[in-house]
């Protein structure tokens, strides 16, 4: 049996974004496979608990990958094992994060410079769950496909079931554009399943991305935030089949508004409405000033009303 569907899509996994109400909004849609959580810190995971932690929220768990940062074999043990406890689809362990407030502590990317820590991690998280195991990658700190290869395979044979590639190196951090070629190669060198990440700003991006690298699975971050139906799209585009007619923006916000209140405390709401809101006005010619105006607003009720007042009168 295989690990995902076939041409599986990934929400990927996104601070501050990647939380319960936008999986809600995405799963509205449809299309998406499965969703990641935010990266959550195994320092912090072994004692939170789901009724008062804002990470650990979900509606569902079946289709839910949760992603794990840190670089302390028992901690992150101990984490894939509580987490394990909640029937998520999966566990991922974060390797691809190049900010330097995870890297410094050697979390992130700084694991893919220490191979031995790489692997310790690994082999005691596969000892806390039975679940598929990801590791979410980038090329490496230089474009060297050799070295990403040796890694991954050290990963694989580490018991790990599938990668995910941000094809980037970690000093690209978000810039350049994503080398889809070290997905291919990486396809290449591998048995088990790839999934390739970075620049799906379409859903021809994404069927592209498959037929040029082969690549079991396509993630999409971004463009995720800004269109949260894409993953519909991107199944209709693989069948051959026109998309669907896109939905009504105010509608989508608002009804993000909505599932933020539902899922959080209103400060907590606020804010993440406020970072949403940046990447889905992305949609609109004058979006950055919608995002400027409700961010003046102190409550999620007036956040709401100063949405609605801006689509009334009609400013696209
Ligand atoms: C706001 C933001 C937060 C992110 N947080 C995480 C994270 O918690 N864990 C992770 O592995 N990657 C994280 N990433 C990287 C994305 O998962 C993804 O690899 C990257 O955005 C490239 O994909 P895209 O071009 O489709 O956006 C983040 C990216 C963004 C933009």
Redo the contacts with the bound molecule.
Sequence with gaps: MSLFPGNALFM????D?SHVAYQELVRSFSGCDLFYS??LNTRIVPVEKPQTSIYLRWTSTSDLIF?IVGNDPEKMRESAEKLDGYDPFGIDV?M??WLKKVTCHGWGSGLMKDVPRAHAVISAVRKATKRPLSV?IRIGHALDMAAMCDFASMLEASGVDSIVL?ARTVEDG?SRK?RWEYIGALKDCLKIPVVG????HTPEDAVTMFRQTGCDGVM????ALIQPWIFRDIKAALAGEQAPEAPRLVDVILDLHRLLGVHFPAEVALKRFKTALFWLSQNLAFGHHLTKAVCREKTMDDAGACLEGWFEQGIT
Excluded: S
């Excluded at 990927?12 to 601070?15: C, D, Q, S, W």
């Design positions: 990927a996994p996104m601070v974004l935010e990266m992603q974060n691809g994060c979410k941000h978000m994503a990440n970075g620049d799906i999409v971050g971004r463009q």
